[in-house]
Every structure is written in structure tokens, then in C-alpha cells.
């Protein structure tokens, strides 16, 4: 008697995960087996945070979601469009721009391949994701990042994208 696998998220090639393909792509040896509940260690970490959520005010986390984001948006629209623009790299936020569509997220275009300034920013320690074929996500969480690790995105951001960028 043959059984069928079941297929779960944590069983997906952690490498190809995120691509969100209509194809499994199975991770090597007994992690395939894995389904949708994550590690108990993992769990253990999960419920320390939960526990910081819950000592944080929501409407204070609301707020400063809102001003993060916002900010984020100022900063790219500020240094990346025209005229102001010093680098040949435009960026476009493909976020909607109604706040309550978007919540804590800005998803951008660049007008050059998207995986090399991926790559330089990852070089400079910056955290962000990639959905293909062209999107960079930006997520200013206001649990734990500050107004300062904006700007230092956007800095770092304008000083990769001062650089000549080829595919």
C-alpha cells in the first residue's frame, strides 16, 4: 500500500520558499516530512515575543506603524523622484497608498534588475524581501525597528543606487 506525502509549508526547500510556486519543491531528507508546525524551539521564541506584544500598547504600535510607513514613503518619494533624483535609478512604490490597504508594508520597483540592489543592500546588512520577478518588499515593523533604521535604509538605498548597477 502506497501512502501519499503530506505537504506542508516547512516541508518547501527553505531556499525556494518564498517563491510561491505552484511547484513543491521538497526540502533534502526528513525535512520534507515537515508540515505546518514549526519546531518547538521555534514555538518557545514565539511565545517570548507574544509576550512583549502583549506589554506593548496596540494603539501605540498602530500609531508608529502608521508614521514608519509613512516616513518610508516621504523618504522614497523625497530622494528617488524627479527632480531630486541624483542617481539614474527611479523607484516606484507599488503599494497602494491608502494607509489602511498597505498597513507596515511598501513594495517598490526599480528601473534597474532589482536583484542587484538586493545584493549590494544585503552586503550592507540591510533585511527585506523579494517577490518575483521585480518587487522589493520594505517592512518597518514598530515592534522593533526606529525612525533611525529607515533613514539608514534609505541612506544606504541612495548610496547603492549612486553606484552604476549592471545586470
Known amino acids: 500500500m502506497k501512502m501519499n506525502k503530506l505537504l506542508g ?36 521564541c514565539l511565545i517570548a515575543s507574544l509576550n512583549e506584544f502583549l506589554e506593548a500598547d496596540g494603539r501605540r504600535l498602530r500609531e508608529k506603524r502608521f ?15 524627479e527632480p531630486s533624483n541624483t ?40 533585511i ?4 518575483k520577478p521585480d518587487v522589493m518588499r520594505l517592512t518597518p515593523v514598530p515592534l522593533y525597528n526606529s525612525f533611525y533604521d529607515v533613514y539608514r535604509f534609505v541612506d544606504t538605498l541612495r548610496s547603492v543606487l549612486d553606484e552604476p548597477i549592471n545586470d
Open 67 to 81: 508614521l514608519l510607513t509613512g516616513y518610508l514613503e516621504y523618504l522614497l518619494k523625497h530622494h528617488f523622484s
Open 128 to 131: 527585506f524581501d523579494i517577490r
Open 9 to 44: 509549508w516547512w516541508g518547501h526547500k527553505e531556499s525556494t520558499r518564498l517563491e510561491m510556486t505552484s511547484d513543491f519543491d521538497f526540502a533534502p531528507g526528513i525535512d520534507s516530512y515537515r508540515l505546518s508546525n514549526p519546531p518547538a524551539l521555534l514555538v518557545v
Open 87 to 126: 542617481s539614474k535609478v527611479t523607484v516606484d512604490i507599488v503599494t497602494p497608498l491608502k494607509f489602511a490597504e498597505r498597513g507596515c508594508q511598501l513594495s517598490i520597483r526599480f528601473s534597474c534588475p532589482v536583484h542587484k540592489v538586493a545584493e549590494e543592500l544585503r552586503k550592507r546588512g540591510m
